[in-house]
Every structure is written in C-alpha cells, then in structure tokens.
C-alpha cells in the first residue's frame, strides 16, 4: 500500500488548476496538469516560451514573400531590356540608344519596361485577393493545416518562377505567392492571438511579421548579386521548400506537452477581432461614427505610399544605373540602399510606434519634413547632373531619403488603427490597411515605370515630393491633436 500511495502522490489524477477568460470573452482556456511538482505558474511559463518559438516558426511563409518582394530589384537589371538598365539618362533625361541593343543576353527572355509594373504588381494583387479571407474564426488546430496549404503553394509559385519562359509565367508566379502570403499573414496573426502569451509578447510577435518579411527583402537582394534569373529561383525554391518541411514537423498545433489540454471556445456571434460576423470592411465606411477615422486612415495611407519609397525599392537597382552609379558597384549600394531603410523601420516599429499618440503625430510630421529635404536635395543632383563630378552622390541622397522615410512615413500609420478605433474594429481596420498598402503600391509602382519611360528620372521625385508636401496641412489640421480611443 505504501507503495501504491507513493506512486499516487507522484503520479496524482489530473486536476482543474487555472482558469482564463479574457474580459472580451471571446475565447476561453483551461490548462489542466498531472502533475502538481511544479506549480501552475511554471507550466504557464512553460507554455509561453513554447508558444514564442512556435509562433516565430509560423512566420517562414512571410520570409519567402519576402524574397519575392525583393526579387525585382535583384533580377530586372537582368531581365530588362538593356536599353533601360544598362545605359545611365543624358543630362537631358533621355535614353542613350546601346551601340548593340541586339547582344544576346544569358537570360531566358527579356521584360520590357511597360510589362514591368504588371509583373511587379501581381504579387500585391494576390495578397488584396487573399487577405479578405484570411482570419475567419479557425480552431488553433486548423492553423498548421492553413500554413502548410500556403508553404505549398509558395513552392508552387517559385517552381513555375525557375520554369519561366515568359511574362505569363512570371505573372502567375507572383500572383500565387501574393495569394499565399495574404491567407498566411492572418492565419499567423489567429495564431498570435490565440497563443498563451501575454499581450505584450502578441505585439511584439506582431511586428515580428515585418521583420521577417525584411529579412526576406535582404535576402533576395544578396542572392542578387551572385545568382541569374535562374539560379536565384532555385535558391528561393530550395528555402521555400526546406521551410515546408520544418513546419509539417513543428507541433503549431499543439503547444507540444502532454501535460497541458488546450481547450478553444469561440462565440457564434464573436470573431476573433472582436466584430460580429459577417461585418466587413464596406462597414467601415457605412458606420457614421466610423467614417471619418477610416478616410483618415485611407489618406495617411495613401500619403505613406504616394511618398514613393516602396517603388523606389522595387526599382531601386534600375533608379541607380540610370543615376549614373558604376553597374559593378550597384548591387552593393542597393544593399546598402536597403539596409538604411530596415535600419529606420526597425527603429520606427519598435520604438517611435510604442511612444503616445501625440509625439507618433509629431514624429510623423518630423518625418514628412525631412522627407521632403532629402527628395529635393535628390531632384537638385539629378536636374544639375551633380552625378558627373560626384559618382556616389545619388546614393548618399536616396539613403538619406529612405532613412527620413522609415522612421516616421514608413512605420508609423499603421500604428494609427489603436488610436483612430475601438477595440472591437481594430482588426477589420488593419485589414483595410492592409489593402489600402497593396493597392496604392501596385498604383505607385506602375507610375515610377511611365515616369522613367517618358519623362526624366528627377519628374518622379518631384511627384513624391509634392505628395509628402500635401501630408503636412492634411497632418496638422485633419488628423486629431488628441486619439479618439
């Protein structure tokens, strides 16, 4: 007996020992242990740090997104007509005519300029299609599934990237990856939401998304500089496919320990955003006391794109061959150009977007400002032709600009969502975020293209220039001196 009562008291009948219920009562959790050796304040420790390295391993499908968003930059000097990458602008802004446009190229086809922007902006489109259905009220137990579907996909989507032969092929590529990445990104923030963390570790694992969708970026830009076309998609497909493989083994589903029941209860009538079904986005715009923090939201956002860093960053190879930057040297200053921007956005996202809604609007305007100096001091060396005497003043003053930019334009709007809405519509909202991001990228992209093909290179500077211009009155007397919420 003494036996069989010490074995109990080891081994004792699994108990009810902590209870929690979240004050908007969309989920409830019950951990039940067998083991009273340690207390319940271990295993929930326990738990967490598990849920932190599972939710970092859900987030691979955003770092080959990433890679895909730095692929134009990596691969158009390559696959562009050389009329357009190889030969810098005049001091008159035109084209020099190459003495044999007609040289073979070790590349499977050419793109022209004019299909460029198509090819660039699919993927963006993919994720506007996706996003609107990516965070339905799921089980935590259906998330694997979720991300396994769009790893698969992603794999699909650069296998067709490495078979390309022509602007079809690339088209749909970065349609399906586009489409993978907008289902996954709200698969992985279910995810983060329904995790034991605390609610400071569920922001941080939030803007970690940004952050390995960057890493992504850079990537792509390295890969860049050693790989063509062709061999660039098979490193891609190669990570791609490596990542499928970690996550159908990591246990996303489960918070890996025997020991720990996790029990999941969504309300019928509560989505995990805290809006009732079957409310959307168009609800936004239809609610009268929402309407005007949602324009608010769509301007500022429209503001942070029309400023022009992302299709800077798309092109950013081209722009410094047509800046007059030696080609050799040019793959090295877009990494560098590159790593000035996730320099600021890092600074931006983790510590200007934890500060009061009142110095984010400051900073915001700080920003604007700065913005707008660095772009005129672009305009002045591109229109003098300051590039002739000074070979690497063109990149000085992108990375200025691009800096300027991440700080404050390129972090903070997003950020607004908390202060502009109730809790309840936050995450209808980021998702129109989301969509309003995408399509003004696809719409800025496509004009730096008509710009560089018909106009001089300094025109589309002064396009951004005038926008980030027009952000400061619509800063200082539209968006709110004190939060709404």
Not at 107 to 129: H, N, Y
Not at 136 to 156: C, D, E, R
Not at 196 to 221: D, E, F, H, Q
Request: proline share 7%; charged share 10%.
């Amino acid at each position: 007996m003494s036996l069989l009562a010490d074995k109990h008291r080891r081994n004792p009948t699994p108990t009810i020992v902590a209870l929690q219920v979240p004050t908007n009562g969309d989920t409830a959790r019950v951990y039940v242990f067998d083991n009273d050796e340690k207390n319940p304040q271990d295993h929930m420790a326990m738990a967490r740090r598990k849920d932190l390295f599972h939710c970092l391993c859900s987030m691979f499908a955003t770092f080959s997104f990433g890679i895909m968003l730095g692929w134009p930059a990596s691969t158009y000097p390559n696959l562009l007509d050389p009329i357009y990458t190889t030969y810098p602008f005049d001091p008159q802004g035109n084209f020099t005519i190459p003495s044999n446009p007609d040289a073979p190229l070790p590349q499977p086809f050419l793109v022209t300029f004019v299909q460029s922007p198509l090819i660039a902006g699919l993927l963006m489109v993919g994720v506007i299609v996706a996003t609107p259905f990516s965070s339905h009220p799921y089980t935590i137990y259906s998330i694997k599934h979720g991300l396994l579907i769009t790893l698969l996909a992603m794999v699909l989507g650069w296998f067709v990237m490495w078979q390309a032969s022509n602007i079809f092929h690339l088209m749909i590529s970065r349609f399906i990856i586009g489409l993978a990445n907008g289902y996954a990104v709200g698969q992985i923030k279910v995810y983060i939401q329904h995790s034991s963390l605390a609610p400071r570790s569920k922001s941080l694992m939030s803007k970690m998304l940004n952050i390995m969708m960057l890493a992504g970026v850079t990537c792509a830009y390295v890969m860049g500089i050693w790989l063509d076309f062709e061999g660039f998609s098979i490193g891609a497909l190669v990570i791609t496919t490596a990542f499928y493989i970690l996550t159908y083994f990591l246990p996303l589903g489960d918070l890996g320990d025997s020991k720990i029941q996790f029990i999941e209860r969504v309300p019928e009538r509560v989505e995990p955003g805290g809006y009732r079904v079957g409310d959307g986005i168009l609800t936004l715009f239809r609610t009268p006391h929402l309407k005007r923090s949602t324009w608010l939201l769509v301007i500022v956002t429209f503001i942070q794109q029309f400023s022009g860093a992302p299709a800077t960053i798309v092109y950013s190879q081209v722009l410094l061959l047509n800046m007059g930057l030696p080609p050799p040297s040019v793959p090295y200053c877009a990494v560098i150009y590159l790593l000035c921007y996730i320099l600021a956005y890092v600074l931006g996202l983790f510590y200007f977007c934890t500060l009061s809604y009142t110095k984010k609007r400051a900073l915001l305007l700080f920003s604007m400002v700065t913005s707008i100096l660095a772009l005129v001091l672009i305009i002045m060396i591109l229109h003098l032709d300051l590039r002739q005497t000074h070979v690497y003043i063109p990149l000085v003053g992108m990375c200025l600009f691009i800096f300027f930019y991440g700080i404050g334009l390129g972090s903070i709007p997003p950020s607004f969502v908390e202060h502009l809405f109730d809790p309840q519509w936050r995450n209808c909202a980021g998702e129109l975020q989301l969509l309003c991001f995408s399509l003004f990228a696809i719409i800025i992209t496509k004009l730096l293209q008509v710009f560089i093909g018909e106009f001089p290179l300094e025109y589309a500077f002064v396009l951004y220039t005038c926008v980030a211009t027009a952000g400061i009155p619509f800063v200082l007397l539209c968006l709110p001196k004190k939060p709404p919420h």
